[in-house]
């Protein structure tokens, strides 16, 4: 009999659970945040996440055991314990990777292909086969180029620069210190801001990119370059499918250059996809 | 009768307080932070400060009372309680200003010009007269560029790249690598990085910009772009000498173009200096 399939994703900002009955049916909950770095908040979140699934799939106690599952969780490749983690849960012969593994997966499904996830932060990653690179998702601080996270961080300070006469003073620069109290109040937000509050900020500069606003087209621009220079290290022949992944992915597709426009093909699905198509994998090579 | 003068440099890492006596002997001390952010913490440090000041330069306090003061504090320009603070530091006449303004007083003297301030922070200003104008210093989270903790978030930032193929590999970046125990080090340092983390590895960066290390001197490079931009907008004459201060800028002096080095004065005098020629101003202005 084919067996029950899990997937989970959990990630910072939330977590996602899926189960695929054998008869096709599939039920999706939604949970709390789920960082390994965080590990007793993880693993409440989780546990909660797979009660809630069970709830509303149907599915029993020792169903839930016999189940193929995948977990694909943000920060795991820090952590030796993955296994302690999956026996935590009452999963012990679940599989684990990263989050950034499963989106890869999910993107691209059983294709090949250059893999852009861009979010809250971002990362670029190469699928050949069984083998894949990656690039980048090395957090804000660092890091995180042409992630939302970025965007906003990049938007405020440009905005400061506006009022230092070293950058340009847009509509958009206006707006930005009209709504922070000019800018003492800028600087004051960045002394609390978290990468999610700056990329909170991310869909209003794409609105005023499509707008034509310098700025926010300057800041557009910028992340374009770095993904480019990410994917011509990834793939240096030029002719590599791309695939735009993440919250904010897809909405980079606007600004990219002619010839790597047509490159780009959609994503087959999403990191909760993935990890259930690597649940389906492991049941196919169980003994 | 001369009067006594006091002048106090606050700062985020330390402070420093001198006393003139009428018969021109200097007596200096320093205490801990006085960030006026945290404002009982300053409140206390510079009461210490005082009081060491007094013990140390045999001063009564009838006479520490009836001294012409100028505190100079980072951050004050935020605060409203600026004469609070004076008055509960028991110097109810002193006047106070950012320590921005002691920097740029102390550097300059009576003349005018451009001072490039850069410690772990930096900022410019242009002084005309009893005109100050101000460029930057909004902190490392959206700007302070070419300062120490920006040189050194810049070098890890720098480090990971050339693990990504997205910056060359140099013996620098190799020496960051092994020092943080590889790229995942890095990013554990940089979640709880303190901006004055980040600067304890600018001798360092300055050290391999010296010996010709290409990753060190691109942030040299980009910290002079940024120098050379500001300095452009508060002179367009390209014409106005220009002060290297803080405890890194002096070390920019080499890797300057050939123009802007032709215009370098040196400081005459630092924060604290500033501070107490500001203190000998108010005594003179006195009625």
């Known amino acids: 009999m084919r067996?029950?399939?899990?997937?989970i994703d959990g990630g910072g900002s939330g977590s996602r659970a899926a189960c695929l009955?054998?008869?096709g049916h599939r039920t999706e909950v939604t949970g709390g945040p789920a960082n390994v770095s965080l590990r007793e908040e993880a693993l409440n979140n989780i546990k909660a996440l797979l009660v809630a699934l069970c709830t509303k799939a149907g599915l029993q106690r020792e169903?839930?055991?016999?189940?193929?599952?995948?977990i694909g969780?943000?920060?795991v490749l820090e952590d030796q314990g993955a296994k302690d983690i999956a026996v935590a849960l009452g999963l012990p012969k679940a599989t684990m990777s990263d989050d950034q593994i499963t989106t890869i997966t999910g993107a691209l499904a059983d294709g090949d292909g250059i893999v852009v996830a861009i979010g809250t932060g971002s990362f670029l990653g190469r699928k050949q086969g069984e083998h894949i690179r990656r690039i980048g998702g090395w957090g804000l601080a660092l890091g995180d180029e042409a992630s939302g996270a970025w965007m906003g961080r990049r938007a405020l300070s440009l905005a400061l620069k506006s009022c230092d006469g070293l950058a340009p003073v847009t509509a958009f620069a206006r707006r930005i210190l009209d709504r922070f109290d000019g800018a003492a109040g800028v600087v004051r937000f960045s002394l609390r801001a978290a990468p999610s509050d700056y990329a909170a900020l991310a869909p209003e500069i794409l609105q005023a990119a499509g707008q034509g606003d310098d700025m926010a087209l300057s800041i557009l621009r910028d992340g374009v370059g770095y993904l480019q220079a990410g994917i011509a290290v990834l793939d240096?022949?030029?002719?590599c499918p791309v695939c735009l992944a993440g919250g904010l992915g897809p909405h980079y597709a606007g600004f990219l250059p002619h010839d790597l426009k047509e490159r780009?093909?959609?994503?087959?699905g999403t990191a909760l996809d993935g990890a259930l198509l690597?649940?389906?994998r492991n049941a196919e090579f169980d003994p």
């Not at 169903?63 to 995948?70: G, M, P, R, S, T």
Request: aromatic fraction near 0%.
């Open 236 to 239: 240096d022949t030029g002719t």
């Open 73 to 75: 969780l943000a920060g």
């Open 278 to 280: 690597m649940a389906a």
């Open 21 to 23: 009955l054998p008869d």
């Open 63 to 70: 169903q839930l055991a016999e189940a193929k599952c995948h």
């Open 264 to 268: 780009l093909i959609p994503a087959a």
């Open 3 to 7: 067996p029950v399939l899990i997937g």
